[in-house]
Structure formats: structure tokens, C-alpha cells
């Protein structure tokens, strides 16, 4: 069983910048490939980025390339996701992912992560 608790949301001005942070309990935490999505209000929930079980290989929506990191830190049970030059689309609930049955990093559907953390809401006002 794995707790997820996100953090680090809130409200930034477009062009701003965000880091948030998601805590695992659980001494397994190295063997989930972690995993970032957000749902935008009247809309459904869309993959952000993903990330393997070591942190050496990460995989990002077409939307958030370049703009967004994923990174990992096994000794914290922590995943981050650093979120620059923010966009007014980019409001929305983040929520973090655990997922151990997955077998690579680029499985987009969200119901093949096993665990989930409540969301932060990010708010980007433009």
C-alpha cells in the first residue's frame, strides 16, 4: 500500500514558475514508476509526465515539453515536478501517480497507476 500527498500548488502569474512535491509512505516506493496528471475544471484528466523507477528516463505530454521536469528522490520518497513558464491553460488539479504493474514509463491512461495522491490545484492567471 503507498500514501501519496501532494504539495506545492497555489497561485502564479503567467510566466511564472512552480514546484510541486509528492510524499510516498511505504518502504517500496523504488519499484512505482511515478507519474504526474491534472484535470482541468469540464475537462478530463490528461497525463502531464512520467518517470522510471530509477529517475534515469522521464516522458512528458506534448503540452508541457520543455517547459516541465519530472525528477525523482528515492532516499526522500519524494517526486517533484519544476513547472516554468507557466500558461493560463495550465490551471488545474495536479495530482501524482504510483504505479508498479506499469512496464515503461510511456503509459499515458491513468487507471494503470495503482495509486493516487487527493491533487493540488495550481491556478495560472494570465
Known amino acids: 500500500q503507498v500514501q501519496l500527498v501532494e504539495s506545492g500548488g497555489g497561485l502564479v502569474q503567467a510566466g511564472g514558475s512552480l514546484r510541486l512535491s509528492c510524499a510516498a509512505s511505504?518502504?517500496?516506493?523504488?519499484?512505482?514508476?511515478m507519474g504526474w496528471f491534472r484535470q482541468a475544471p469540464g475537462k478530463e484528466r490528461e497525463f502531464v509526465a512520467s518517470?522510471?523507477?530509477?529517475?534515469?528516463?522521464?516522458y512528458y505530454a506534448d503540452s508541457v515539453k520543455a517547459r516541465f521536469t519530472i525528477s525523482r528522490d528515492n532516499a526522500k520518497n519524494t517526486v517533484y515536478l519544476q513547472m516554468n513558464n507557466l500558461k493560463a491553460e495550465d490551471t488545474a488539479v495536479y495530482s501524482c501517480?504510483?504505479?508498479?504493474?506499469?512496464?515503461?514509463?510511456?503509459?499515458?491512461?491513468?487507471?494503470?497507476?495503482?495509486?493516487w495522491g487527493q491533487g493540488t490545484q495550481v491556478t495560472v492567471s494570465s
Open positions: 501517480a504510483a504505479g508498479i504493474s506499469i512496464r515503461t514509463i510511456t503509459v499515458r491512461q491513468y487507471a494503470s497507476y495503482d495509486y
Open positions: 511505504g518502504s517500496t516506493y523504488s519499484e512505482y514508476i
Open positions: 518517470i522510471s523507477r530509477s529517475g534515469g528516463s522521464t
